[in-house]
């Protein structure tokens, strides 16, 4: 079975910094486009960050542009986000998904790690 474990959330002020772990198992990680979703409190989960399969390019939403980074290790089967600079406004949980076809459709999903900010 493909699992995602997502960690690496908590309680952070305004300015300061988390990173986030993604580890995978139960599949080829070089094979898989990865991203970063968050859902913010009464809201549609978003898209934050993906890193592709193939050359490893990047993109991100332009709330984060700039302040978040996403990398992966495919020795280690795990992919990142550092989150810098945040803001209350980034407050949500955060999830990670892995895509076969990349980003077209996100067949595998963590569980998500919650990320406050306060002001």
């Known amino acids: 079975d493909v699992q995602l474990q997502a960690s690496g959330g908590g309680l952070v002020q305004a300015g300061e910094s988390l990173r986030l772990s993604c580890a995978a198992s139960?599949?080829?990680?070089?094979?898989?486009?990865m991203a970063w979703f968050r859902q913010a409190p009464g809201k549609e989960r978003v898209g934050v960050s993906c890193?592709?399969?193939?050359?490893?390019?990047?993109a991100y939403a332009d709330t984060v542009q700039g302040r978040f980074t996403i990398s992966g290790d495919n020795t280690k089967n795990i992919a990142w986000l550092q989150m810098n600079s945040l803001k209350p406004e980034d407050t949500a949980i955060y999830y990670c998904?892995?895509?076969?076809?990349?980003?077209?459709?996100?067949?595998?999903w963590g569980q998500g790690t919650l990320v406050t900010v306060s002001s």
């Open positions: 139960g599949l080829t990680f070089s094979t898989y486009t």
């Open positions: 890193i592709a399969s193939g050359d490893g390019s990047t």
């Open positions: 998904a892995g895509s076969l076809s990349d980003g077209r459709r996100w067949e595998s």
